[in-house]
Nanobody
Framework: QVQLAESGGGFVQAGGSLRLSCAAS????????MAWYRQAPGKQRELVAH???????NYADSVKGRFTISRDNAKNTVYLQMNSLKPEDTAVYFC?????????WGQGTQVTVSS
């Protein structure tokens, strides 16, 4: 059974930092592109960052220079380090694992940034 378990969300003041983790089980982790998405109230889910099996990263323009995605294949875990957080970063953050014919989602973790 595939499971993506996010953790690390919470409440933080603007300018603060949080580190999200997503522990994967039931998949061959190093065969999957891993990504973080987010969805704010009343808005569509959007891609925040992704990291390929080879370690190449890509970021949404809104988070470039502030967020860093990384993966530890030995721990089957992907991380999102979020610095200089802004109120507009408030959203539910979802972990995603993508491979050919397979697309899995976590349950999400809430991030709330106060001004």
């Amino acid at each position: 059974q595939v499971q993506l378990a996010e953790s690390g969300g919470g409440f933080v003041q603007a300018g603060g930092s949080l580190r999200l983790s997503c522990a994967a089980s039931g998949i061959i982790f190093n065969s999957y592109r891993m990504a973080w998405y987010r969805q704010a109230p009343g808005k569509q889910r959007e891609l925040v960052a992704h990291i390929t099996t080879g370690g190449t990263t890509n970021y949404a323009d809104s988070v470039k220079g502030r967020f860093t995605i990384s993966r530890d294949n030995a721990k089957n875990t992907v991380y999102l380090q979020m610095n200089s957080l802004k109120p507009e970063d408030t959203a539910v953050y979802f972990c995603n694992a993508l491979a050919i014919l397979h697309n899995y989602w976590g349950q999400g973790t809430q991030v709330t940034v106060s001004s």
